[in-house]
Each structure stands twice: as structure tokens, then as C-alpha cells.
């Protein structure tokens, strides 16, 4: 099995930035695709970004330019840059992992980290 478990969310004001961070444990060694997703309440669990093991990204049309994706596989780390933060986007953001490079579902997930955006 694989554990992840995220960090570095919080409350911050529309504008600023957070830094999301996942550390991943146990049977990583077949792990290929890694990503975020998050879910605000009442709405759909939306995909914000995903990562292959060559690097590839994605990223979903509401946060273009704004969210960045990167993996550090020496450390087992994904991250997520997210600036210029809005009150849309405020929701609990999952850490995904996936045993192949395609699609938009996973085989693991974080327990989530709350982020809320506001004044």
C-alpha cells in the first residue's frame, strides 16, 4: 500500500499563496502519476493538477497560471505552488497517486489539508 499525507494548507487572503506538500510512504516503487484534487462542499470533487513520472503536467482550466505541479522523487514529494488565490478556490485538496501514466482516476489518497481563501 502507499500512504500519503498532505501539508501546508491554511487561511490566507485572496492574492496570496500557499505551498501544498505531499509525502508519500510505503510501496512507492510502481507510483507513475501523482496529483491534486480538491472538493469544496455541496460541489463535485473537481482534478486541479497532475504530474507523470517524465514530468508531464495538467492542469484544470480554472487554475491555469495560477497553480503549478512539480515532484521531487528523490524525496517522495509532490508539491503544489498555488498564487494568486481566489475565494473559488477554497476547498480541502487531496494528494493523488496512480500506478499508470493516463486517465484522471487514482489508486491512493491523501487524508487533505483546508485551505481557505478570505478576507
Known amino acids: 500500500q502507499v500512504l500519503l499525507v498532505e501539508s501546508g494548507g491554511g487561511l490566507v487572503q485572496p492574492g496570496g499563496s500557499l505551498r501544498l506538500s505531499c509525502a508519500a510512504s510505503?510501496?512507492?516503487?510502481?507510483?507513475?502519476?501523482m496529483g491534486w484534487s480538491r472538493q469544496a462542499p455541496g460541489k463535485q470533487r473537481e482534478l486541479v493538477a497532475g504530474i507523470t513520472s517524465g514530468g508531464r503536467t495538467n492542469y484544470a482550466d480554472s487554475v491555469k497560471g495560477r497553480f503549478t505541479i512539480s515532484r521531487d522523487n528523490a524525496k517522495n514529494r509532490v508539491y503544489l505552488q498555488m498564487n494568486s488565490l481566489k475565494p473559488e478556490d477554497t476547498a480541502v485538496y487531496y494528494c493523488?497517486?496512480?500506478?499508470?501514466?493516463?486517465?484522471?482516476?487514482?489508486?491512493?489518497w491523501g487524508q487533505g489539508t483546508q485551505v481557505t481563501v478570505s478576507s
Open positions: 493523488n497517486a496512480a500506478y499508470n501514466n493516463y486517465g484522471d482516476s487514482y489508486d491512493y
Open positions: 510505503g510501496s512507492i516503487f510502481s507510483i507513475l502519476r
